[in-house]
């Protein structure tokens, strides 16, 4: 009687862990589609200002593109939590993790082109956004050649 309800009990608590690991895996998933979702727009808006610059369009249309790619990298660099390496397929390389100042300061280095990609676009000068898009793709892919594994193709 008595050691069945002792097993009965290491039963109950070994299922409440699994049930805490499933759910701290789903939470890692969760952050690790986000980030990945952020990335996508992040290239999506990339894309829209090439599309306009191309065009020879109105660049002071980049204006709000630039403050938007802003906004994605401020959330971006908070979607690493310790953990956050497995869970889901990610490309984050464990870098992130080993050398997160430099992770960030590779964020920080992105911030600061797309301030001057604003900044080119407010000038309504075509070639001065077209350089300073230029140097905002470096940015993207200074940090990739350090903490995302290259793309399998
Ligand atoms: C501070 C570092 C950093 C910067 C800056 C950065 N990225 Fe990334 N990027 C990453 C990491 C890390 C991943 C991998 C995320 C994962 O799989 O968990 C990634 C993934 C991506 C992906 C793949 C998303 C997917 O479908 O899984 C794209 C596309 C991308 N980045 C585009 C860009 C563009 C465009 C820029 C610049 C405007 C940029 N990134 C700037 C670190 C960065």
């Given at each position: 009687?008595?050691?069945?309800?002792?097993?009965?009990?290491?039963?109950?608590?070994?299922?409440?862990?699994?049930?805490?690991?499933?759910?701290?895996?789903?939470?890692?998933?969760?952050?690790?589609?986000?980030?990945?979702?952020?990335?996508?727009?992040?290239?999506?808006?990339?894309?829209?200002?090439?599309?306009?610059?191309?065009?020879?369009?109105?660049?002071?249309?980049?204006?709000?593109?630039?403050?938007?790619?802003?906004?994605?990298?401020?959330?971006?660099?908070?979607?690493?939590?310790?953990?956050?390496?497995?869970?889901?397929?990610?490309?984050?390389?464990p870098?992130?993790?080993?050398?997160?100042?430099?992770?960030?300061?590779?964020?920080?280095?992105?911030?600061?082109?797309?301030?001057?990609?604003?900044?080119?676009?407010?000038s309504?000068?075509?070639?001065?956004?077209?350089?300073?898009?230029?140097?905002?793709?470096?940015?993207?892919?200074?940090?990739?050649?350090?903490?995302?594994?290259?793309p399998?193709?």
């Open positions: 009687m008595k050691k069945t309800l002792i097993v009965a009990v290491i039963g109950a608590l070994a299922a409440g862990a699994m049930v805490g690991g499933a759910s701290i895996a789903l939470a890692q998933a969760d952050v690790i589609k986000a980030r990945q979702d952020n990335r996508k727009e992040t290239a999506a808006t990339m894309r829209a200002i090439k599309g306009v610059i191309d065009a020879k369009g109105d660049v002071k249309t980049v204006v709000p593109m630039a403050a938007k790619l802003k906004t994605l990298e401020l959330a971006f660099d908070k979607m690493f939590p310790a953990g956050s390496d497995k869970g889901a397929e990610t490309a984050a390389l870098t992130v993790w080993s050398d997160s100042a430099g992770f960030l300061a590779a964020s920080k280095a992105a911030d600061a082109s797309y301030d001057k990609l604003a900044v080119a676009a407010g309504g000068d075509l070639a001065a956004v077209g350089a300073a898009f230029g140097d905002t793709g470096k940015a993207c892919g200074a940090c990739h050649t350090t903490f995302r594994a290259k399998k193709t």
